[in-house]
């Protein structure tokens, strides 16, 4: 009984004691092994190896290019005064005297995208109709065209995944070109007016729609070689059979006398 108890109190004792050790150990220790300067400490890549801080290598931070902005072309629809009427007001004389309230209201500074293009277009339409009747004739329809077709280009550079757009727009592109031959070929004079009024710019067709490839260029080549010498070897012939015609002519006048 009491050689157990002694026992107890002889284990207490030790673990005090060892408790004690580590604790002054770790005391004596820690401020050489953690001592740092703020400086070091405030860097975000210091990093502990060997019970000290190891500083990173110097990184180079160099500065980004200046972002420049592209020049956006501007709309066609830019000249157009907010103060103009609708189409559909700028006839009546009546929308001419009202109050500044409903005249802003028929005017285009609370009109849609839809409203002003239709201005727009009528615009263009009067630089080139014939008369101020006509609506129908080709120069009305180019300018028609011209007006979507730009209008389809201002709405691509925002929308460049607009697929459907962009094949509406290649089709009108189709169209107007066919109508510009057309009236090259029919009324020059007209021809002329139409691309300097509309600011269009007409480029003729290329010879061959086909991409020039090496074997292309030497078959092409080939061939014109064969045209000449066959040309050649015609005209030498000719030049064989003249004398013998030449000859047979002769002997037909001769007989001819003869009888």
């Known amino acids: 009984m009491f050689a157990n108890a002694a026992l ?9 004691a060892l408790r004690l050790e580590s604790g002054a150990l770790c005391a004596s220790l820690s401020p050489r092994l953690w001592t740092c300067s703020p400086a070091v400490l ?7 190896v060997a019970g000290s801080f190891a500083l990173p290598p110097p990184v180079r931070h160099y500065a980004r290019g200046a972002n420049k902005k592209k020049a956006v072309p501007e709309s066609q ?10 189409k559909d007001f700028a006839a009546v004389p009546l929308a001419q005297t009202t109050d500044d309230l409903v005249r802003r209201l028929l ?10 293009l239709q201005l727009k277009t009528e615009q263009l339409i009067a630089k080139v109709q014939r008369d101020e009747n006509d609506r129908n004739s080709v120069e009305v329809q180019v300018a028609i065209l011209t007006a979507r077709i ?8 925002k929308h460049h995944k607009d697929k459907s757009n962009k094949r509406r727009m290649l089709m009108a592109i ?10 090259r070929l029919v009324r020059y004079d007209a021809f002329e007016k139409v691309c300097e009024q509309l600011g269009i710019t007409y480029t003729f067709p290329p010879e061959y729609y086909r991409r020039a490839t090496r074997r292309w260029v030497v078959k092409k080549a080939f061939c014109i070689k064969v045209f000449k010498e066959v040309q050649k070897q015609k005209a030498e012939q000719r030049l064989k059979m003249k004398p013998s015609l030449a000859s047979a002519e002769t002997a037909k006048t001769k007989a001819v006398d003869t009888q």
């Open 77 to 86: 629809l830019s000249d157009l005064s907010p103060t103009m009427l609708k």
């Open 150 to 157: 730009r209008n389809f280009q201002e709405h691509l550079r």
């Open 174 to 183: 189709d169209r107007r070109k066919k109508l510009l031959k057309n009236l």
């Open 42 to 48: 405030s860097t975000p890549r210091a990093a502990c």
């Open 8 to 16: 107890r109190a002889a284990l207490r004792s030790s673990a005090g």
């Open 107 to 116: 005017s285009l500074e609370l009109a849609s995208h839809s409203e002003k």
